[in-house]
């Protein structure tokens, strides 16, 4: 049985194609259409059948929609939500994928109308590719989606996390300050070290292009998948999660100071003791299942069932 009679997907591009195939694999909505600002994104949407219905404005595809998901870089939650805040009916639910909480909050609760419920959420699953050739319903098995219920009615958020579970995904709730730092440990600044990292290569002229791909060891081709993310959601994340990421940035320079220090004064007990704590780290993230991406099972992008 459908949670969601018609759901509106604003931005089509992995995170939302992949949203597309699970709710039909699981039968979670009715209709689904979308909208997408490029007219090439339209037409591939088209193409490899995305969505029931596409449309060339963010309003015409959020009218009438029970669902309406903002899956658009954060930068431009605002716009968009000032598009279609005229045309949604009442009782519908607003929801977002966005990887920073509170900014969007402030860019797009205050322009809904009354009636309409927002209930953000992060779905903490992806790739390094983009667009959309890109969704596979099996992107959020077993990986975490974070709901912040803020002031929501309980069963708009009730309904949000069921449609969550019934994509594969397990679902935690917290308020949207805690959710932007604990993503600033976990996700938003590894990918600034990692494009530091990818860039301190690229600036090291002692390395040439072809020494830095052949030789590229586990590390560092960890590093350019994460720098290969897309330049334009990260950059918005970075501008609208600026408090908590230089919080954290802060405390990786001076922990990277004190590692400096050993390194130089020959502290091997130093240098033991920390790597033996951060491996512990790792152990656990593999014992709780999170230690991969989820995979394709070798299915066209586009493709799913």
Known sequence: MALYERVALIGLGLIAGSMSYAMRRAGLAGEIVGYARSAETRAIAKEVGLVDQVYESAAEAAEGADLV???????????????????????????????????????????????V?????????????????????????????????GDAETAAVDRLIELWKGMGAYVDTMDADHHDLVLAVTSHTPHLI???????????????????????????????????????????????????????????TEELFAL?????????DHLHAYFTRTRAIRRGIIEAGQDTAAPNFGRTPGKSG
């Not at 983009?130 to 319903?137: E, L, Q, V, Y």
């Not at 590390?219 to 609208?240: H, K, Q």
Request: hydrophobic letters at 45%; glycine letters at 8%; proline letters at 7%.
């Open 69 to 115: 998901v903002l899956a658009v870089p954060v930068g431009a939650m605002e716009d968009v939500t000032l598009e279609i805040a005229p045309v949604l009916k009442p009782g519908a639910t607003v929801t977002d994928v966005g990887s920073v909480k509170a900014s969007v909050i402030a860019a797009v609760a205050p322009h809904l109308p009354p009636g």
């Open 117 to 149: 419920h927002f209930v953000p959420a992060h779905p903490l699953a992806g790739t390094e590719h983009s667009g959309p050739r890109s969704g596979f319903a099996e992107l959020f098995d077993q990986r975490w989606c974070i709901v912040v219920p």
């Open 194 to 252: 990692a494009y530091t990292m990818v860039g301190v290569a690229d600036d090291l002229r002692r390395v040439t292009d072809s020494e830095v791909i052949k030789y590229s060891a586990a590390g560092f081709r960890d590093f350019t998948r994460i720098a290969a993310s897309d330049p334009t959601m990260w950059r918005d994340v970075f501008l609208n999660n600026k408090e908590a990421t230089l919080e954290i940035l802060g405390r990786f």
């Open 260 to 268: 400096q220090r050993a390194i130089r004064q020959g502290d091997g």
